[in-house]
Every structure is written in structure tokens, then in C-alpha cells.
């Protein structure tokens, strides 16, 4: 995981990424991807496919968990990613009600905000549990023995509150 922040007028926002690699067999799989304490606005978050995924990837969302309790960021329908390419995304557009979006790098593609003037990707607040260890984490089903590919996970962020952080 690499954290960095983001200088200039925006000097509060910093960006953290992280790889994951898929390799769940015929089975629904919840991969770590950031540790989060204290309270953080994200304001935007997405994937970028690194190495070929799967061919059956499917259901794929991201959610808050604590161990004990999870809260969905996006949709827990998911997002389909079969044999999507290295350079293919999936980003959050959308309230939490809204499965991630995937973009496929097997041709051009445009994906824009409803409405002129909205954010191109949606932005959120987490507050982690001061009690457990909280992590946002990527959940995905599989038919594959076993699945295969490598997502990087980005976050544009800055904290909220004194103990904010996401790694």
C-alpha cells in the first residue's frame, strides 16, 4: 500500500493505493484493501485492472467491515469483470446504492456524470470502528478454480477527523 499526499490548493487530499490479487476457487471471496481509522471523505475510489482477470468474475463491490458488521459502499449486486484487460477500471459512480461501473479496455469508452457540473466519480464519508480494526474491502463470486488477475485500488481522500486515515 502507498499513501502520498497531493500537494497545492488542495493540499488535505491525499491518495492511497493498493494491489490485491484475486485467486478465491469457486467461491465468493472478500479481499482487504484499505485499513481505516477515524473518519475520512473519500472523494473518489476505483480499480485499475493490472494483469487479465478470470474468465467467470462477477458480483464484484466494495463495503466497509469490521469484522462483525459490514456496510456496503456500492451496490452488493456488483459489477461483472470477466476476462476484463490490463487498463479496464471500476470506479464508483454512484451512491451506495449503486453497483460499481466497469470499463472495459477491449474498446473505446465514455463514462460521464449524469448532469453537467456533478462529480465524475462519487464521493463518500467512512468512519471506521474505534473498537475493531475497520477495512474497506473488495468482494467478488467466482466459478473459476481458481479465478485470476490483479486489480490496483486507488483513493483520493483526506481525513475528517484528527485520528483519519486510510491506508
Known amino acids: 500500500m502507498a499513501y502520498a499526499p497531493i500537494v497545492g490548493a488542495d493540499s488535505r487530499k491525499r491518495h492511497a493505493a493498493a494491489d490485491i490479487t484475486l485467486s478465491a476457487s469457486n467461491t465468493t471471496a472478500s479481499v482487504d484493501v484499505f485499513t481505516l481509522t477515524g473518519s475520512v471523505l473519500i472523494h473518489a475510489i476505483w480499480a485499475e485492472v493490472t494483469t487479465l482477470i478470470g474468465a467467470n468474475h462477477t458480483a464484484g463491490f466494495i463495503r466497509l467491515d469490521d469484522g ?4 456496503v ?16 477500471l471500476m470506479v464508483k459512480e454512484g451512491l451506495a446504492a449503486t453497483a ?3 470499463l472495459q479496455a477491449d474498446q473505446i469508452r465514455l463514462s460521464e456524470p449524469a448532469a453537467a457540473g456533478d462529480p ?8 471506521a470502528d474505534a473498537a475493531a480494526t475497520s477495512n474497506i474491502e473488495y468482494r467478488y463470486s467466482t466459478t473459476d478454480t481458481p479465478t485470476t488477475g490483479v486489480l490496483r485500488w486507488h483513493a ?3 481525513p ?8
Not at 68 to 71: C, E, F, I, K, W
Not at 120 to 127: D, F, G, N, R, W
Not at 160 to 167: I, R
Open 156 to 158: 483520493i481522500w483526506e
Open 160 to 167: 475528517l477527523s484528527d485520528d483519519g486515515d486510510l491506508s
Open 73 to 88: 459502499i456500492t451496490a452488493a449486486s456488483g459489477v461483472t469483470i470477466s476476462a476484463f484487460e490490463a487498463g479496464s
Open 68 to 71: 462483525s458488521a459490514q456496510v
Open 100 to 102: 460499481l461501473t466497469g
Open 120 to 127: 465524475a466519480l462519487q464521493a463518500c464519508i467512512v468512519t
